[in-house]
């Protein structure tokens, strides 16, 4: 009890909770009920100060924000003078993609090696971001990242530095087909408001214009991949700047998608919303937003709603819903789903953390 201390100890306390501050300590509302001093404390005898004990030790230093190089500015026009073209096998896009993009390094690798490693034997699936990278460090001592929420002006800047990135697009104006498709950005010129691709489908050098290939690539998340040298992740950390966070990228996203779905109010619009409000943790957002796209129009070749809307459907509880929309969605892609996915298991995070007082968070 603290009547029991002596009075030059108590007065020490004392001096100490008056400049709590000074000392880092927390206030009140921030310290257990344990570890508070008894009411009855306001009725002990005053007690002589005594002098705080400052210790000479200094402070640890605070850690340098990392140094980053000067990325180039974009050009007017840039492009890569070699880039190998190929034409792909069977539903091959991701991995000829990827082989076009190597060739700019001189490497000359076979589209069905990379086929086998990125694809697996599966001719009807498609390629995900997720194998290149460890594909190409085991092979070629390269690396690869990938992001969502790319622009025109990122892709152009990468361009610029060297860069030869891959982008997630309709194949062609979905209002002729539905077909996801992997293609390589190979150059751009401003003053035509072209993008230059090695397009495996279409062609060496292909130009789309700047309009087509942003409405394009809504429905793929803004979907990009960069294979790079180590010694040049700095720079390329340097232009993709606050996204290279996936908190960060998953936010932006949600903040994107939701000014398109207001402006445009399309289908495509909504489903995107509808995905980036998932991968963000905003399920009951997610919901309405997949609602009311799937109200406009079909989200045929959309592949990531097959996922998204039943796990958003899940993490508000409404498992039965979940597991009805799940098969009628299972015939979206090519590629029929009979296992529902895993759920995204950082935005399950995002949404316990923004739902969840700081305090009641767990800290193991």
């Avoid at 062609?172 to 230059?196: E, L, N």
């Avoid at 207001?262 to 997949?290: P, R």
Wanted: overall charge neutral; aromatic content about 10%; some cysteine.
């Amino acid at each position: 009890m603290l009547g029991r201390l002596p009075l030059l100890t108590f007065g020490l306390l004392a001096l100490i909770v008056l400049a709590g501050t000074s000392f880092g300590m927390r206030s009140a509302a921030d310290t257990p009920a344990s570890e508070r001093v008894a009411t009855a404390a306001a009725d002990a005898p005053v007690a002589p100060v005594a002098q705080a004990i400052v210790t000479s030790e200094p402070a640890p230093a605070p850690v340098p924000a990392e140094s980053l190089p000067t990325p180039k500015e974009a050009p007017a026009a840039a492009q890569f003078d070699e880039m190998r073209h190929i034409w792909q096998s069977l539903n091959n896009c991701g991995p000829a993609a990827v082989v076009m993009a190597l060739s700019t390094f001189g490497i000359d690798e076979s589209q069905e090696v990379a086929r086998l490693a990125l694809r697996g034997p599966d001719v009807r699936r498609g390629m995900g971001p997720q194998g290149v990278d460890p594909w190409v460090k085991e092979n070629f001592g390269l690396r690869a990242m990938w992001r969502n929420n790319g622009t025109n002006a990122l892709l152009k800047q990468l361009v610029a530095n060297g860069f030869a990135p891959m982008v997630t697009q309709w194949m062609q104006d979905p209002s002729i087909s539905r077909i996801a498709h992997w293609r390589t950005v190979r150059g751009y010129d401003d003053a035509k408001g072209v993008f230059y691709v090695n397009d495996s489908m279409l062609g060496n050098f292909v130009p789309l214009s700047y309009g087509w290939f942003g409405a394009n690539w809504q429905s793929f998340a803004y979907r990009y991949m960069v294979i790079y040298k180590p010694e040049d992740e700095r720079l390329l950390k340097a232009i993709v700047g606050k996204d290279w966070s996936d908190t960060y990228v998953r936010q932006a996203m949600y903040e994107r998608t939701k000014a398109e779905a207001d402006a445009q109010d399309t289908v495509f619009a909504w489903l995107a919303f509808g995905e980036a409000s998932y991968a963000n943790g905003m399920f009951e957002d997610a919901v309405k937003a997949f609602e009311k796209g799937f109200s406009m129009g079909s989200a045929t070749g959309v592949f990531g709603v097959r996922n998204s809307y039943p796990q958003a459907l899940r993490a508000l509880g409404r498992k039965q819903e979940a597991d009805k929309l799940q098969t009628s969605l299972s015939s979206l892609t090519t590629v029929p789903s009979t296992v529902a996915p895993a759920p995204d298991a950082y935005a399950l995070f995002l949404s316990i953390r923004r739902s969840t007082p700081y305090q009641e968070l767990p800290t193991e």
